[in-house]
């Protein structure tokens, strides 16, 4: 999985009447843009260092590339 800044980061909910969770990548600390990401998560606002699972897809955003300091 590849990610930049500005990319949605989607969760999808493994159990029955769970939501998914959307956050925003907010910082990719590899070049290559592989994980961990850090992702500001829309449904509370909490920033988080994050490593994607099975479930995780990445939709592209308008950010820029880079890698966050």
Known sequence: MKARIG???VVEALRLGAERRIGIVTGVDHEDGSPPYR???LS???ITL???GPETH???GHGKPGIAT
């Open 7 to 9: 990319d949605r980061v």
């Open 39 to 41: 992702v500001h998560w």
């Open 44 to 46: 509370d606002g909490r």
């Open 50 to 52: 994050f490593y994607p």
């Open 58 to 60: 990445v939709e592209p």
